[in-house]
C-alpha cells in the first residue's frame, strides 16, 4: 500500500523534486567571517548605492579583495547573487564586495560601469581601515555582472567611464577577473535581428545596435582585450543558449593571443546560470578560488 501511494503520488511530487535539485544550495555564515551589510560604497547626488562587505575575522592582513557583480540582464538581479561566494573565499583570507548597481530601468551605460569602478575605488579607499592589499584587487560577476567585470578589467582608464561615484583619487583597475558565463561580444548579439539577450543589449546601452553599432563595439570587452589585460578566468556551460560559450572562448583566444594569462572551466551539458546549482557550485567556488590564490597572491 504504502508503495502504491507514492506511484500515485509521485506525478505531483515530481516538479519540487525537480525543483530542489535546480535551487541554490543553502547558505550559511562562517563563524570565522564578518558581514557589513548595506555599506553605502558610492554616491550620486541623493542616490546611494550599497554593497555587503565580507571579511575574514583573523588573521594578520592586508587581505586581498573581491568585488562582486551580479547578473539578471542588467536589468534585475540581486547583490546577495555572490554571497556564499565571497564568504568562502573570507574564509581563505579574502575580503569580499558585493555590490548594487544601477540597472537599465534607472540609467544607461555606462552608469553601471561607473558603479562597478567605484566600487574599486572604495576598497583602495578603506583599504587601511579594512586591513587591505590596496594592490591585490579582483572582480567577479555572471553574466550581465560578467560582462561589467569583464569590460572592468580590460578598459582604457577613460574619464568618461569612470563617473563621479566618490573616491576619485584611487585608481579602479583591478589585477584578476572571475567571469561566469558572460556576455562579453555584445555585437553578436547587436547582428542578431531577434533575441531576448539582444533586447536586453538594447535597454542596457539605451540604443538598439542599428542605431549605434559604434557604442556596442565600444562597450563589448573583447574590443578592448590586449596586451595590457590582467589575467582572467572564464567558467561557462557548453550548453549555455542565452550566452553561448564561444563568447567566453573567443575572449580567451584574443587574450592568449595577446600574452595574457587566461583559463577557461568548460561545465559540460550546463547551462546558463549553471554555477549557483549542483552540481557545479563546489567545482567552480574550488577553480575560482584557485584562480585568485594563483594571481592575487603576495609578491
Not at 557589513?36 to 583573523?58: C, F, I, T, W
Not at 563621479?164 to 547587436?190: E, I, K, Y
Request: glycine share 10%.
Amino acid at each position: 500500500m504504502p508503495h502504491r501511494l507514492l506511484l500515485l503520488l509521485l506525478p505531483a511530487l515530481l516538479p519540487t523534486l525537480l525543483l530542489a535539485q535546480r535551487q541554490d544550495p543553502p547558505f550559511s555564515l562562517p563563524e570565522s567571517v564578518e558581514l557589513r551589510r548595506n555599506l553605502v560604497y558610492a554616491r550620486y547626488g541623493q542616490r546611494e548605492l550599497k554593497a555587503d562587505l565580507y571579511l575574514p575575522k583573523s588573521g594578520p592582513g592586508p587581505f586581498p579583495a573581491v568585488v562582486y557583480v551580479h547578473g539578471g540582464g542588467w536589468k534585475n538581479g540581486s547583490k546577495t547573487a555572490f554571497s556564499r561566494h565571497a564568504a568562502h573565499m573570507a574564509t581563505r583570507g579574502y575580503a569580499g564586495l558585493c555590490i548594487e548597481y544601477r540597472l537599465s530601468g534607472e540609467a544607461t551605460f555606462p552608469a553601471a560601469l561607473h558603479d562597478v569602478k567605484a566600487a574599486v575605488r572604495y576598497l583602495r579607499a578603506q583599504a587601511a581601515s579594512l586591513r587591505l592589499d590596496s594592490s591585490r584587487i579582483g572582480a567577479a560577476g555572471g553574466s550581465a555582472g560578467g560582462h561589467l567585470v569583464a569590460l572592468l578589467g580590460v578598459s582604457p582608464q577613460r574619464p568618461e567611464w569612470e563617473g563621479d561615484g566618490g573616491n576619485p583619487t584611487h585608481s579602479s583597475a583591478v589585477q584578476a577577473v572571475a567571469a561566469f558565463n558572460p556576455a562579453v561580444d555584445l555585437v553578436a548579439f547587436g547582428t542578431l535581428r531577434s533575441n531576448d539577450a539582444n533586447n536586453s543589449v538594447a535597454a542596457f546601452l539605451g540604443a538598439p545596435f542599428t542605431a549605434k553599432p559604434d557604442l556596442w563595439k565600444d562597450a563589448t570587452p573583447i574590443t578592448h582585450a590586449g596586451k595590457h589585460s590582467p589575467p582572467f578566468l572564464f567558467l561557462h556551460g557548453d550548453a549555455d543558449t542565452t550566452v553561448p560559450i564561444a563568447q567566453s572562448q573567443k575572449m580567451l583566444d584574443t587574450l592568449k593571443a595577446a600574452g595574457i594569462r587566461a583559463e577557461i572551466l568548460v561545465a559540460p551539458g550546463a547551462g546558463h546560470g549553471f554555477f549557483n546549482r549542483p552540481p557545479w557550485f563546489e567545482p567552480t567556488l574550488r577553480r575560482m578560488a584557485e584562480f585568485f590564490d594563483a594571481t592575487l597572491a603576495k609578491p
